[in-house]
C-alpha cells in the first residue's frame, strides 16, 4: 500500500527535531554509543528540519560536530532532552524490503546496490539472524534482491525468521577517524517509506 503524499506529510510534521548527535554505533531507541570527548570537545548540535514537502522533510542547513579519533556510524536526532530518531550516516534513503527464509534471499525493488555495499537494517526487529543496527555487507546482489553477509565477500547469512513491520534496509557509509577533525551532517532526510 502507498500512503498519499498529504498522510506522510502530516506523519513527518508531527515531530519536533531540535538537536542532532553523532554515534559510533547504532543508538537504538536511548541515544546510546554517542561520541564523547576531544579537544575541541564534541557537542550535539541544534538544528532546523524544513517542513515536510513532497513526503520528505529535510535539514535547513549543514551541521559539523568536533570528533576525537572515532569511526562515526549513526546520527541521532532529539527533540529537546528526548532521543527521537535514528539515521546511519551517509544520507541514504531507506528502503522497504522483504525477506524468504527459505533462501536468506532479501527482496528490495531496484535498491542500486552491488556486492560488498555497507548495509544496515533499523527501526525495528530485522530478519531473524540480524542484529538491528550491524553493519553488513551485500552479496550475491541483482536488480531486486540480495543476500546479507557479515564481511565482505563473506559467506550468506541464514535468514531465519521475517522482520517486523516497519524495518527497513539502508546504505550505512562508516567514517574513521585517526586524530581529531570535523564530522558533517551536510543532509539528513526523514521520510515514509512506501
Given amino acids: 500500500m502507498t500512503l498519499p503524499v498529504a498522510t506522510k506529510n502530516n506523519m513527518l510534521g508531527g515531530q ?39 513526503g520528505i522533510r529535510a535539514l535547513n542547513a549543514a551541521v559539523a560536530f568536533d570528533v576525537p579519533a572515532c569511526t562515526v556510524k549513526w546520527f541521532g536526532f532529539w527533540n529537546g532532552p528526548t532521543f527521537v530518531a535514528a539515521a546511519p550516516n551517509g544520507g541514504a ?38 542484529t538491528e543496527g550491524a553493519t553488513y555487507f551485500v552479496r550475491d546482489a541483482t536488480t531486486d534482491t540480495f543476500k546479507v553477509a557479515a564481511t565482505s565477500g563473506g559467506a550468506a547469512i541464514d535468514l531465519t525468521s521475517a522482520p517486523s513491520f516497519g524495518c527497513v534496509v539502508c546504505a550505512i557509509t562508516e567514517n574513521v577517524y585517526a586524530s581529531q577533525d570535523t564530522h558533517t551532517l551536510s543532509s539528513a532526510s526523514f521520510v515514509v517509506p512506501d
Fill in 16 to 54: 519536533t527535531f531540535t538537536h542532532a548527535s553523532a554515534h559510533t554505533d547504532f543508538p537504538g531507541s536511548t541515544g546510546a554509543n554517542e561520541v564523547t570527548g576531544g579537544s575541541p570537545a564534541y557537542a550535539q548540535k541544534a538544528i532546523t528540519i524544513n517542513a515536510a514537502s513532497g
Fill in 93 to 130: 534513503t531507506p528502503k522497504n524490503f522483504m525477506s524468504i527464509a527459505s533462501t536468506d534471499v532479501v527482496y528490495s525493488a531496484g535498491h542500486g546496490w552491488s556486492d560488498t555495499q555497507k548495509i544496515t537494517f533499523y527501526n525495528g526487529t530485522p530478519p531473524g539472524g540480524l
